[in-house]
């Protein structure tokens, strides 16, 4: 008995190293925290139970004259002591509000009345492994991108060029681009008169058929499509833009494992064609193709945003040619992409480089995940890591349908992709260990194109 109370008192001693929550404004004495910036609310911490004395005594209190009686519910709630909202104006500026805190005994403490976000995005059950979304600051610059009244309104098209998709996917399904004419239109018939039959969710230009969908096991392309725009909110992971966007699937490969330039020539046409904002190319190889530059300037110019990875190939792309993102300095808004690690921000091992055709980096591994890679979409409604410069594109074709929603739906003009490639690149950090690699050290950060004012307000 006596060991079983020795061993409850033990229990309650709290332990040397025991840390004590303080209350900042009780124990430390300063009344008024403000930071001095031009806040348009303070929050005033009230002792309740003191202002109900006050006034009963009809002693007037200063500073909670400026908040309404209604306001204030004198001893309902359990906390003697309650936070109260209070708006600055002219009457009641921010040295007036010092002054009367210090001199009010009701009033504990005075601080600045801080904006916070929902903590709602990324709620998908996956999201905290997502380590690529942390790397660029996704969730902090989701307020700015969709909740102001400046934020994206209209869905957001981005293309992929790539080896098909997942339709079913329940992460992707809600965000598939449709060609509502040939979804309501009949079979065999290019309903829409753009020249390809039934190309509801996209096109397959190997196998000329309607159908995108992966015809082989090589899900590269529903990998990607997740990491940019899968739904957020839901079940699974997030994308880059994970509402307000809309996939248009391009499939270029069909039934092979490789694919040849005339077909993404096409695919790029189509996109443009057809409404794609934001096309993105995670595919590479060695020579020149000018039909894919045409193309590619061809899209350009219809306004289209163009993303391509680097290639893994660990070469300088700016010395040795590697199709298609060597072009990249010859056009302005094509975006050539290298991958970083999300967790440490160095290149990862396999990306190609160049200080000056590569222009932004992205995660595209992650040292500390399954496979070094980056966690999204796969075939068959999974989920599954991957790494490569595909995926750092692709993430980057995501931030740039981002910044192509806020300018389009902000201002109302066209659009032009070289201010894109523009607003991205100034807004991403500069690191010194990245120079040898992107032009500037580039590497994506969502929160310095919120930062840096680069945006419309
Ligand atoms: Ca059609
Ligand atoms: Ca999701």
């Keep these: 008995m006596l060991i079983s109370i020795s061993f409850v008192a033990l229990a309650c001693q709290p332990k040397a190293s025991t840390t004590v929550a303080v209350d900042p404004f009780q124990y430390i004495g300063h009344k008024v925290r403000l930071s001095g910036v031009q806040a348009k609310t303070i929050s005033v911490l009230v002792d309740d139970a003191c202002l109900r004395q006050m006034r009963a005594a009809k002693i007037n209190s200063r500073l909670l004259e400026s908040i309404p009686t209604n306001k204030i519910q004198l001893s309902v709630r359990k906390s003697p002591i309650q936070s109260h909202r209070i708006e600055v104006s002219p009457q009641t500026t921010q040295l007036q509000i010092k002054e009367w805190a210090n001199e009010d005994p009701c009033v504990i403490g005075v601080a600045d009345n801080q904006k916070a976000t929902t903590q709602a995005y990324g709620s998908d059950p996956l999201y905290s492994k997502q380590s690529h979304l942390y790397n660029i600051h996704s969730a902090e610059a989701h307020d700015f ?18 080896s098909g998709i997942d339709l079913q996917h329940q992460d992707l399904r809600s965000q598939l681009w449709v060609n509502n004419d040939e979804l309501n239109g009949d079979p065999g018939i290019d309903d829409d008169k753009n020249g390809f039959i ?16 992966h015809q082989t096991i090589n899900d590269h392309g529903t990998h990607l499509t997740g990491l940019a725009a899968a739904a957020i909110n839901n079940i699974g992971g997030a994308g880059v833009i994970g509402q307000k966007v809309k996939i248009m699937t391009l499939n270029v490969f069909g039934k092979n494992w490789e694919t040849e330039t005339v077909y993404i020539d096409q695919a790029i046409r189509y996109a443009a064609d057809n409404g794609a904002n934001v096309i993105n190319i ?21 306004g289209c945003v163009i993303t391509v990875a680097a290639g893994n190939t660990k070469q300088d792309i700016g010395e040795d040619f590697y199709f298609p ?39 595209g591994c992650d040292a500390a995940a399954i496979k070094s890679g980056l966690l999204s979409t796969r075939l068959g409604d999974k989920y599954g890591y ?72």
């Design 145 to 162: 991108f969709f909740d102001r009244p400046t934020g994206i309104k209209k869905d957001v098209i981005i293309a992929f060029i790539d």
């Design 198 to 213: 039934d190309d509801v969710y996209g096109y397959n230009f190997v196998s000329d058929i309607g159908d995108p969908s």
């Design 282 to 302: 995670s595919i590479g190889g060695r020579g020149p193709s000018e039909t894919t530059a045409s193309a590619i300037v061809y899209a350009l110019k219809k």
């Design 325 to 363: 993102a060597s072009y990249a300095p010859q056009y302005s808004g094509l975006i050539s992409v290298a991958a970083v690690d999300a967790s440490l921000n160095t290149p990862c091992a396999f990306t190609n480089f160049s200080s000056s055709a590569v222009k932004i980096a992205a995660p």
């Design 386 to 457: 991957k790494s490569g410069t595909s995926q750092a594109s692709a993430i980057v074709a995501g931030a740039a349908a981002l910044v192509y929603g806020v300018m389009r739906d902000s201002s109302g003009a066209m659009v032009q992709p070289a201010e894109v490639e523009r607003i991205l690149t100034n807004g991403s950090d500069s690191r010194s260990a990245l120079f040898r690699y992107v032009s500037g050290g580039r590497k994506l950060n969502l929160m310095g194109l919120t930062h840096k004012h680069l945006l419309a307000n």
